[in-house]
Nanobody, 122 residues
Framework: QVQLVESGGGLVQAGDSLRLSCAAS????????MGWFRQAPGKEREFVAL???????AYADSVKGRFTIARDNAKNTGYLQMNILKPEDTAVYYC????????????????WGQGTQVTVSS
């Protein structure tokens, strides 16, 4: 079992950048596919990005070209670099881990962090 803790959220203006962190403990994050999801008030939790154990990545169309997912094995930490932020990026962002499958669906993930708030003003 792996435990995940997100950090790095905050209030920024449109066009700014943020880097979210996902600190893992209990197991190596590299043993999992890691995903980022987000949930805005009144909205369904939606897929943002994932990185497979191989290092390959996938992104939602809404963030492709602006966001980059990565992991640092030495620090056992995952990251989501968010550039050119837009007001529609405002949400609580969650990191998640899947032991065996890479997927854009939240129900396929086994472990979740507590979330970190990202607010982008216009």
């Amino acid at each position: 079992q792996v435990q995940l803790v997100e950090s790095g959220g905050g209030l920024v203006q449109a066009g700014d950048s943020l880097r979210l962190s996902c600190a893992a403990s209990g197991r190596s994050l590299n043993d999992y596919c890691m995903g980022w999801f987000r949930q805005a008030p009144g909205k369904e939790r939606e897929f943002v990005a994932l990185i497979r154990r191989s290092g390959s990545t996938a992104y939602a169309d809404s963030v492709k070209g602006r966001f980059t997912i990565a992991r640092d094995n030495a620090k056992n930490t995952g990251y989501l670099q968010m550039n050119i932020l837009k007001p529609e990026d405002t949400a609580v962002y969650y990191c998640a881990a899947s032991g065996m499958i890479s997927s854009p669906y939240a129900n396929d993930y086994d472990y979740w962090g507590q979330g970190t708030q990202v607010t982008v003003s216009s």
